[in-house]
Every structure is written in C-alpha cells, then in structure tokens.
C-alpha cells in the first residue's frame, strides 16, 4: 500500500469510529432520557395516588379539614410533578374540591389548567364544562353560555357530553333572561337527541317556555 492509500484508510477508519462513537452518544442521551421520563411519571404516579386516596376520603361527611389535606395534596403534585402526564387529572379533580369548598376563580383557574393538559378531549370536555359551572355558581351567565359554548365546539349529537353541555347552556341562557335563545337551544338538543337522557325534561322547559309571561 502506498503513502496515500495508507491516508485513506485511517481516514476510512477514523471516520468510521467516530461516526460508532456518535451514535454511542446519542444511544446514551436517549436512554438516560427515558430513564429520567420514567422515574419523573412513576413519582407522580405515586403522588397522585396517594392524593386521590385523600380525595376520596375528603365526603362531605369527612369536613373541611379532610378536604383541605386533599387540596394541599394535589396542589403538591402539580407544584412537584407539574411535567408527569397525570397533571390534567390533579387539576381537574382539585377544581372538584375548590368548587365543593365555593372557591370559585380557585376551581375554575384548575379546570383551566386541567383543560390546557388534558391528553384526551374526554377530560377536556369534563374541565371545559367545569369552568362553566363556576361561571354560573357566580351567576356570570354570559360567560357560562360561552364555556359551554366552547364544550361542545365542533362536537356532535353523539358526542361524549354533548347533550349535557347544551342543556347546560339552555339553563343559563334561561337564567340569563334570554328566554327566546334557550327556547331555541332547548328545541335543537331534542330535535337531535329526541330519546336522550334528558328529552323528557327538556320539553317541559320548552313547554314552560312557551307559555306566556305572566305580568
């Protein structure tokens, strides 16, 4: 072999080396961040079971006290474990406590969070219709129409909470004073869904609607 192809193949080698070194590297990044993901959502996991074991706990029989342990509970979860994939679950089950408690803009600042992290539009449907709820406990009837609004965005008849959310909007429309909008949103679930859950309740508020004022 002359001086040149000698070169050439501790080039060849060189190249070949650092090339399995790279690849090494990026096999170890890889792993270790796999290892880190998983140990990050097996601590969450375990937090959020230990919270949801408080939740359950935390009945309306248990007192404040117990459902205070649980707030603290979840709220530890989403400060420790804010990235683990159960964070949406925390926050929607802490705006369930915060609106047991009458905590408004608490409840409905988790639902928000909850619905921002929700991996599965179910949850996110669940947290949207959430925020509504609070709205209305809040008597703010105009933004409870637009949360429910937003529920069911885009979703059918068939659709995982469909029929709730707009009987959910007809009720606060009705609240709202505005009869002839929650006639017609109450005339659209039963045009849709006229054997649902909620049909035979919804023609007596049609019913209801459509008598006359009385002065």
């Given at each position: 072999m002359n001086l040149f192809g000698w070169l050439e193949d501790a080039r060849a080698r060189?190249?070949?080396i650092q090339v399995g070194a790279g690849v090494v590297v990026v096999a170890l990044v890889v792993v270790g961040a796999w290892a880190w993901y998983r140990s990050q959502e097996s601590r969450g996991e375990a937090a959020l079971a230990s919270a949801t074991l408080l939740v359950?706990?935390?009945?309306?029989?248990?007192?404040?006290?117990?459902?205070?342990?649980?707030?603290?509970?979840?709220?530890?979860?989403?400060r420790d474990h804010g990235h683990f994939s159960g964070a949406a679950q925390a926050a929607?089950?802490?705006?369930?406590?915060?609106?047991?408690?009458?905590?408004?803009?608490?409840?409905?600042?988790?639902?928000?969070v909850a619905r921002s992290r929700a991996r599965s539009a179910s949850l996110a449907s669940l947290a949207s219709l959430g925020i509504g709820f609070t709205f209305e406990a809040e008597k703010n009837y105009e933004a409870a129409e637009k949360s429910f609004a937003e529920?069911?965005?885009?979703?059918?008849?068939?659709d995982f909470l469909y029929e709730e959310a707009m009987s959910d909007m007809a009720r606060v429309q009705e609240l709202g004073g505005k009869r002839a909008a929650a006639l017609e949103?109450?005339?659209?679930?039963?045009?849709?869904?006229p054997d649902g859950r909620r049909a035979e309740e919804l023609r007596a508020r049609v019913a209801s609607l459509q008598s006359p004022v009385k002065p």
């Open positions: 060189r190249l070949v359950q706990q935390a009945t309306p029989q248990a007192g404040p006290e117990a459902r205070a342990k649980a707030i603290a509970a979840l709220e530890a979860v989403l929607y089950q802490l705006g369930n406590l915060r609106f047991a408690a009458g905590q408004y803009p608490q409840a409905r600042a988790a639902f928000q529920t069911v965005k885009g979703a059918g008849p068939k949103t109450y005339q659209k679930i039963l045009k849709e869904l």
